[in-house]
């Protein structure tokens, strides 16, 4: 095993911290897409790594197992890994795919659920928005915000959530809670990336609208009559921020460095993990 056995879990990680703390200057349609990415990449580097290591632990444990293996899946020397490192990678690895079964079991349940409700208001007092994805999905919206706001507050909800649903944003947001619940130093990015998600939404319901001070007008007053620990709602994350945003000038598209970004971030990545395990392979910089 060579240090650049870390090198991909350990940039990827460096990266992701980064992004999370400062956001990338891009629309938020970019932004979002290149923080899915990141979280997504540094999710699996870091399990993928664990994962690795833990399997060349027990292979160290237990000579006969290498016949089985692939060769890929070795270091390709026969230097046993000590338990400092094979243990806590096979429970690293363990923990990441316990969560992220427990987690998506829930989500689909709470989906489930969410789909029976949307076919009717939901009886509470609460404003409340949400999309709801599926072909069985939609819009679901509470009793208390149909009679908060007017027809154009309204229309601007439902674009909003329309965004949500058109650009499946249940998939960002699942890889960016999935990412964060495996990998704590993630969350601030999670935060980012559902942050983003919602302005990528609010933008889109201002082009629909025509209106940027009524889409902000819209979420302060829904974020005003909510109740402390209310349900999730149209109006609940980082409302303070997504209301200056909308009072300024709309954000530039970035035709041409956006989609260049998100692309080179993806490859970039890829291409390091598969360089990291050639290098890993044909170099004999050994760290253990």
């Known amino acids: 095993m060579t240090v650049l056995t870390f090198a991909p879990a350990f940039i990827t990680l460096v990266l992701a911290a980064f992004v999370g703390v400062l956001p990338p200057p891009l629309h938020p349609v970019w932004s979002a897409r290149l923080l899915a990415i990141v979280a997504v990449t540094t999710a699996l580097a870091v399990l993928g790594t664990a994962g690795f290591v833990g399997v060349n632990y027990l292979a160290g444990l237990d000579p006969a197992a290498t016949a089985w293996l692939p060769e890929w899946a070795l270091f390709g020397d026969d230097r046993p890994l000590p338990a400092v490192l094979g243990v806590p990678a096979l429970a690293l690895t363990a923990a990441g795919v316990t969560v992220a079964a427990v987690r998506s079991a829930r989500w689909r349940r709470e989906i489930r659920a969410a789909r ?165 392979r044909a170099i004999g910089f050994i760290l253990l």
Not at 133 to 146: C, F, Q, T
Not at 168 to 182: D, E, I, K, T
Not at 207 to 219: F, S
């Open 116 to 280: 029976r409700d949307a076919r009717t208001v939901v009886g509470t007092d609460e404003p409340v928005a949400l999309a709801v994805p599926g072909r069985d999905g939609g819009v679901l919206v509470s009793r208390g915000l149909l009679a908060l706001l007017t027809r154009d507050e309204l229309r601007v909800v439902f674009e909003h959530e329309r965004c949500h649903l058109r650009h499946r944003h249940h998939r960002y947001l699942a890889a960016g809670a999935l990412s964060a619940a495996v990998l704590p130093p993630l969350r601030p990015l999670d935060r980012r990336l559902r942050f983003t998600v919602e302005r990528w939404a609010d933008e889109a319901a201002a082009e629909a609208v025509g209106d940027r001070a009524l889409v902000a007008r819209t979420i302060a007053r829904v974020a005003l009559n909510r109740a402390p620990g209310a349900l999730p709602a149209f109006a609940g994350n980082g409302v303070p921020q997504r209301v200056q945003a909308l009072l300024s000038e709309p954000p530039g598209k970035n035709p041409v460095t956006g989609p260049v970004t998100v692309v080179s971030t993806g490859a970039t990545t890829t291409a390091m993990a598969s360089a990291a395990f050639q290098l890993d």
